[in-house]
């Protein structure tokens, strides 16, 4: 059976830094460049930063592929690393897909160029199955400058599927499509977000 890393070396690596762990150690800053970043919690994302002012339109947003998966939840089998490589092949058409459809007229997107990067990666997938459970996925998101790398937008979202495994990905393509739809509003619901320091 093939063990992943576990939460506890993202929990040291946050107490060590003086850092709140949010998501209990799945939210890792380094990854976003550090700490001190101020999410948000808002109605369809866990945790969210936008850089002041930063708008999508006008923008290109150029989709790369997903990172490999980080692994910062509990310990996984074989299946969830299976489930995890099928989905990270998936997540950046499916999230080109989502983006174009609720930017369209507004922001370009594209899959091979861009003045914005977009970047993400699963961080923890779970197939265990309980009687009102059959799994989760869990994974971060960053926009950033394609000339200077400057950080402009940060996401950290699970989804969970209260029904079965098979049917994750839908919960996750979903969610793709409310986001985009937030990106196009520039996600009115921000402000009035809870701060939660990283």
Do not use: C
């Not at 060590?16 to 109605?43: I, S």
């Not at 400058?145 to 699970?158: F, N, Q, Y």
């Amino acid at each position: 059976m093939v063990r992943m890393w576990l939460a506890p070396l993202a929990l040291a690596a946050a107490a060590a830094a003086g850092t709140a762990a949010l998501d209990d150690g799945k939210l890792d800053p380094q990854w976003f460049g550090g700490p001190g970043v101020e999410f948000r919690e808002t109605g369809d994302v866990d945790y969210v930063w936008m850089k002041p002012g930063f708008k999508s339109e006008g923008q290109s947003f150029w989709i790369k592929p997903w990172d490999e998966p980080a692994w910062l939840g509990k310990q996984r089998d074989t299946v969830d690393a299976q489930r995890a490589e099928e989905l990270t092949k998936a997540m950046h058409g499916r999230f080109k897909a989502a983006l174009a459809t609720s930017l369209r007229g507004k922001a370009e997107v594209s899959l091979y160029r861009g003045n914005v990067v977009v970047l993400g990666r699963l961080v923890d997938v779970n197939t265990t199955k309980a009687a009102k459970f059959s799994g989760s996925a869990t994974w971060d998101i960053k926009f950033v400058d394609a000339k200077s790398g400057e950080l402009l937008m940060a996401v950290h979202h699970r989804t969970i599927n209260a029904n079965f495994m098979s049917d994750l990905p839908s919960r996750i393509w979903k969610w793709m499509g409310a986001f985009g739809d937030d990106m196009r509003y520039d996600f009115p619901d921000y402000a009035k977000g809870k701060p939660r320091h990283t």
